[in-house]
């Protein structure tokens, strides 16, 4: 016995709801996101359905959907609020985890929900699988859709293995076998400060972390702190058995940023004094010929549907990448992670 939402008082996210005699199988429609991708876009056959309600009466459904197809959207059902994206989210994988070892400006909204991140309107970022410049990356990422913006601000995905496959044998091997390394200095008031990334005010925590992690840290005087972490460059996914493309190299690089910031950023820092930057695992500078091969092969493997609001998109992150697109209006899009 499922549950349908109605126009009780409870607003917008929390209205009442009622019966709906209904199996798991008659549920959901499920097509592909667009042709010729195993992403898929799953739509209810009960209007209003809510997806918690799906999950914990359809057994495994979503599960091996994700496992599957690497990313779907759900579209159509009853609208989550953060609290709601979060039960979702700990229904499916049992649990939140929360964004330590930070890159990017995000705030937290309700727990372990937070903002995406909070670049401005006019800046893509590139493609990346969450995190995937550590050692310790979410499996899964759910985002929901609260305000679609005004034009634009999609969230574009790209499957990890075919980018892999896109690239050439000698670009691989010399990945595969150096590793990345990202090299980020703090101090300089630019990017994120030490105390954002490792959430703690406290040298001696910091420290801890990166000993636990297999973060070269060599503080140089203030608040300046320089790391160096070399990690993989692709892995086997879990769900699928399929080696797959998983580093943040193209965007870590000091040339992924508008082409006056990067000149203007070597112009007063030398290359291992940059605010962050990626070389590959050995210490030596990444060839801009492999970096423009890395992202011409994302670029082919994109793909986009614009956010309508109450979508909820939830991504294997080993399978499948995500960026986002420049956009216009107001945009508010929110992500959890286990």
């Known amino acids: 016995m499922l549950t349908q939402t109605g126009s009780g008082p409870g607003g917008r996210f929390n209205r009442a709801r009622r019966s709906v005699a209904v199996s798991g199988e008659a549920l959901v429609r499920t097509t592909p ?14 209007p209003g359905l809510d997806a918690r309600e799906w999950l914990s009466n359809s057994g495994d459904a979503l599960a091996r959907l994700r496992d599957r197809h690497g990313a779907v959207l759900l579209r159509d059902f009853a609208p989550l609020d953060a609290a709601g994206l979060g039960e979702l989210a700990t229904g499916l994988d049992g649990g939140l985890r929360d964004y330590d070892n930070r890159s990017t400006p995000r705030r937290r909204v309700d727990g372990n929900v937070f903002t995406s991140t909070e670049y401005p309107a006019d800046q893509t970022i590139p493609q990346h699988n969450e995190m995937s410049y550590t050692d310790a990356w979410p499996a899964t990422l759910f985002l929901t859709c609260v305000v679609p913006a005004a034009t634009g601000g ?4 790209a499957d990890s293995a075919r980018v892999l496959a896109r690239l050439s044998e000698a670009t691989r091997e010399r990945f595969e076998r150096h590793g990345v390394m990202y090299v980020r200095n703090f101090g300089h008031g630019m990017d994120l400060s030490w105390q954002e990334v490792f959430q703690t005010q406290d040298r001696a925590e910091a420290d801890a ?11 140089l005087g203030g608040e300046r702190l320089r790391t160096r972490h070399v990690v993989q460059a692709t892995l086997t996914a879990r769900a699928t058995g399929e080696r797959v493309w998983f580093n943040q190299a193209h965007l870590f690089h000091v040339s992924s940023l508008p082409e006056h910031v990067e000149r203007e950023l070597r112009a007063e820092f030398a290359e291992h004094e940059l605010p962050r930057n990626a070389l590959y695992g050995d210490g030596t500078p990444l060839a801009p010929e492999d970096l423009a091969e890395v992202r011409a092969a994302y670029a082919a493997e994109e793909i986009a549907l614009p956010w309508q609001a109450g979508d909820v998109m939830i991504v294997d992150n080993e399978q499948f990448s ?7 209006g107001d945009r508010s899009v929110l992500v959890a992670m286990a």
């Open 322 to 328: 995500h960026g986002r697109n420049p956009y216009s």
């Open 33 to 46: 996101l667009i042709e010729g991708s195993r992403a898929v876009c799953c739509t209810p056959t009960v």
């Open 154 to 157: 999609e969230t574009p995905v």
């Open 209 to 219: 972390y990166c000993a636990r992690h297999g973060i070269e840290a060599e503080w």
